[in-house]
């Protein structure tokens, strides 16, 4: 545990300390009506992860136990560097639990061995760059609580297993803490069945060498134990009854499930060919980053990654690596001898965690993201820590060809985090390098047209916003802001050419409507101004008055109609007489 958080606090502590909120921040803590001191418990584990009143897509996830950590926060006044101080802190604690994982996995074997692969796992955990945006993310902090969990629910499982009733208790409720902080923490479920398998098939033939790291047969384990031994299943399953019961009373009692709907993600709306070749890209793609980390977006989105025609290389290899992982688990679960089991738990660790966000099984929420792989990198960071560790304690030849490849992995890395973590300070400086990344990226382009066009900066938020709308002429939101940022700089001309596509977008919203009211209104276009504010669905009294003066200026009969729908006469109203006065001044009529 000391050695993940002095590494996470040497890669990660000059970054994190300096960090400003940035990307998902705003609307997960600062703009969410559940994060305050002292904390409405109830409504936390009654409404959804953004707050009750967010209407994103997001809303049929639950992660209470995040937000109370937000709340604790606000209530010892912590700003933006405590709060990333908190998720320093919680990564160097995974990193050290990672090490306990690969230590207790190894238990029985030589002290060198486990103290090598142990260190080593820590190491290599707390390098690798693909964590970065799960510790300079506030908001990105399920990653981190819900590992943390997993891992000391993993630890008290393997405990239980011995016949430790208590360390069985803990395992479940520490499961359930690790779901309130995000939901495929359940999938560690899987490797905790399959080692509960392995341990009564131990049992049942005591003869068999087996690869339980608690106890060597089944004689030690009841010795261990207080009173008759439960079956090694019992865990797991009362664990799945548990975290099913809050499931299903989140689904019935509060009427949200753990699926949302699908955001920024083409492979939602394909058949199942098309979208098989896209998730099997998508295996390659996520294998390439564990493996080389070094092409690292703040995000992906559809036009930046190519799933819908993929290449058939990527799709290969995507295939092939699907099939070898179930084939070794398949044989490594056939086979006997003292490290059976191992290779199928870890295969299972990382399969069980990637597959719901893989697309293979269903489409999932985002079509993918870096902080996706931080639950199943642990599997295979364990397993190259293992290999490490092995020619660490080996042959001087091995030794030195195992120092070497960790030192090549690990000092990249740690140099690769390192930067990475500079661009996530500022949400410009992230905006930015998601725009460098990836060029054909509709979030970062419209991101950082947003952010600049927020702080008044019309004219330099033009460009990336026009590139947006470039990208996806179909697409609202930055078909919006462009509009607003030429009638900030009284661009008639540009504001016109984007009015006549208006009948291109997906969807036209109050927002839409609005910044085309504004800028018809600047240039005269009263009647068009005037029928685009006709299609708002909410309406204020003051944006009522504002779509009445463009009828009147248009000269439009109807505006009086308009005027009644707000209960006033606008020729008794004061504030509507003027309106009146004011839309005929316009247009210089008497």
Request: hydrophobic content about 50%; charged content about 15%.
């Amino acid at each position: 545990i000391a050695l993940g958080l002095l590494l996470a606090g040497l890669v990660h502590g000059g970054n994190a300390l300096t960090a400003e909120y940035v990307h998902d921040d705003h609307p997960t803590v600062l703009d969410n009506v559940n994060v305050t001191w002292p904390p409405p418990v109830t409504q936390i584990f009654t409404t959804p992860w953004f707050g009750p009143k967010r209407g994103f897509a997001t809303q049929g996830l639950s992660r209470p136990l995040v937000t109370l950590s937000y709340a604790l926060e606000a209530g010892l006044a912590l700003e933006s560097g405590g709060r990333h101080l908190v998720n320093l802190l919680l990564y160097g604690l995974v990193a050290g639990l990672v090490g306990l994982l690969v230590a207790t996995l190894l238990y029985g074997k030589s002290e060198k061995l486990v103290s090598a692969s142990a260190m080593v796992a820590v190491v290599l955990f707390a390098a690798h760059p693909l964590h970065t945006s799960s510790v300079l993310c506030v908001s990105y902090r399920p990653e981190l609580l819900a590992s943390a969990f997993a891992l000391l629910a993993t630890l008290a499982f393997l405990h239980a297993v011995r016949g430790s009733r208590r360390a069985g208790v803990s395992a479940v409720v520490l499961l359930l803490l690790a779901l309130w902080s995000k939901e495929s923490a359940v999938t560690v479920l899987a490797p905790w069945f399959i080692w509960a398998w392995l341990h009564r098939r131990a049992l049942a033939d005591p003869s068999e060498e087996t690869s339980d790291p608690i106890s060597a047969t089944g004689e030690a384990a009841t010795a261990t134990s207080n009173g008759p031994q439960l079956a090694p299943w019992v865990w797991p399953v009362a664990a799945t009854v548990v975290c099913g019961a809050w499931l299903a009373w989140r689904t019935t009692w509060l009427g949200t499930t753990p699926y949302v709907s699908a955001h920024d993600n083409p492979l939602a709306y394909v058949d199942f060919v098309p979208r098989m070749l896209g998730a099997l890209w998508l295996v390659a793609y996520a294998g390439q980053k564990l493996l080389w980390p070094f092409d690292l977006a703040p995000d992906e989105t559809f036009n930046a990654l190519p799933v819908l025609s993929p290449s058939a290389g990527f799709v290969a290899i995507g295939g092939a690596t699907v099939l070898t992982l179930g084939a070794l688990a398949f044989w490594d679960l056939r086979r006997s001898g003292p490290h059976q089991g191992r290779l199928a738990v870890g295969i299972a660790w990382f399969a069980a965690g990637w597959l719901p966000v893989s697309h293979l099984l269903f489409p999932s929420t985002v079509l993918y993201a870096d902080r996706l792989l931080f639950l199943p990198s642990i599997a295979w960071l364990s397993g190259v820590a293992w290999l490490l560790g092995r020619a660490l304690v080996s042959a001087r030849h091995l030794r030195v060809a195992g120092l070497a490849l960790l030192l090549g992995l690990t000092l990249p890395w740690m140099s690769q985090s390192i930067a990475e973590g500079s661009h996530w300070r500022t949400g410009e400086s992230l905006f930015l390098h998601g725009a460098e990344a990836r060029p054909e990226s509709l979030r970062m382009r419209y991101n950082l047209g947003q952010l600049r066009l927020d702080r008044g900066e019309a004219k330099a938020a033009v460009p990336d916003l026009a590139a947006a709308h470039a990208i996806d002429p179909s697409a609202t939101a930055p078909w919006t802001l462009l509009v607003q940022a030429y009638t900030k700089l009284g661009q008639c001309k540009k504001t016109n050419t984007l009015m006549a596509e208006v009948s291109k977008l997906a969807r036209q919203d109050d927002a839409t409507r609005k910044a085309g009211v504004d800028a018809d209104v600047l240039c005269k276009r009263y009647a068009r101004a005037f029928a685009m504010g006709r299609g708002l669905r909410r309406v204020t009294v003051e944006w009522g008055r504002k779509v009445y003066v463009a009828g009147v200026a248009a000269g439009d009969p109807a505006a009086e109609t308009w005027a009644r729908r707000f209960h006033k006469s606008p020729s008794t109203s004061p504030p509507w007489v003027a309106a009146a006065v004011y839309g005929e001044q316009v247009t210089g009529r008497p």
